[in-house]
């Protein structure tokens, strides 16, 4: 006697793109949207520039902290000349030494580091480099342009205030900047030749370092 085959049994389908999935995928391609924008890879292909072109002007080390060019100005008129020489010859050394000493004062506090770096994150994914058509849905609610400045600039300065990062940032700047201060008026130029081509690109050496953080729909 034959038997009619059993039927298998359906097993429920869940549509990823409706209710409670649809937040992650959400969050998730507005990141890579935000990683993908024109802007985003013009941002790193001119910071890639600007750091090759300044690596060019960068003077050797040894000659930095050659010790037999040390010794101590006669005057306050010779320490400044001394400085603007020493400024216009290693200042893409002096710009490391800065840095160098900035990273060092928010490496010493790691809380500060991540709160920067939030900070830093939610400026570029939500301001900077979000698409113009992608608008920023938080709890449900739309947020116009205005109202992410805004509340990001507030944030910003509760975040700098309220936190050691403002004083940490201070603080690195000053002492990075003693330090250059201080080489460059007790640093014997007379040794050093900065030829015309260098001097030209010496007038430029701030717009060169902070290009890249020129509007990408600028041209500049």
């Known amino acids: 006697m034959a038997f009619a085959p059993t039927p298998q049994p359906l097993l429920p389908v869940t549509n990823p793109s409706s209710g409670g999935g649809s937040a992650p995928s959400s969050v998730?391609?507005?990141s890579d949207g935000a990683l993908a924008t024109?802007?985003?890879r013009l941002f790193l292909s001119r910071v890639s520039d600007t750091a090759r072109r300044s690596?060019?002007?960068?003077?050797?080390w040894t000659e930095l902290i050659d010790r037999s060019a040390i010794s101590r100005p006669d005057s306050l008129s010779e320490a400044t000349s001394r400085l603007r020489r020493n400024?216009?010859?290693f200042r893409v050394n002096y710009a490391a030494v800065v840095a160098v000493s900035l990273a060092a004062s928010l490496l010493a506090h790691p809380f500060s580091l991540l709160v920067l770096l939030g900070i830093l994150?939610?400026?570029c994914f939500l301001y900077v480099f979000r698409a113009s058509d992608q608008p920023v849905v938080l709890f449900g609610r739309t947020f116009t342009d205005r109202e992410t400045l805004l509340g990001l600039v507030v944030s910003s300065l509760l975040a700098f205030f309220l936190t050691s990062v403002a004083s940490l940032i201070i603080s690195g700047l000053l002492v990075g900047g003693a330090l250059v201060a201080v080489h460059g008026a007790f640093r014997m130029p007379e040794d050093l030749f900065l030829d015309d081509s260098s001097a030209i690109s010496g007038g430029n050496t701030t717009n060169r370092l902070l290009s890249f953080l020129a509007s990408p729909g600028s041209g500049v």
């Open 28 to 30: 998730s391609g507005f």
């Open 38 to 40: 024109p802007a985003f």
């Open 55 to 60: 690596l060019e002007d960068r003077r050797p």
């Open 87 to 89: 400024l216009g010859y």
């Open 121 to 123: 994150g939610a400026w």
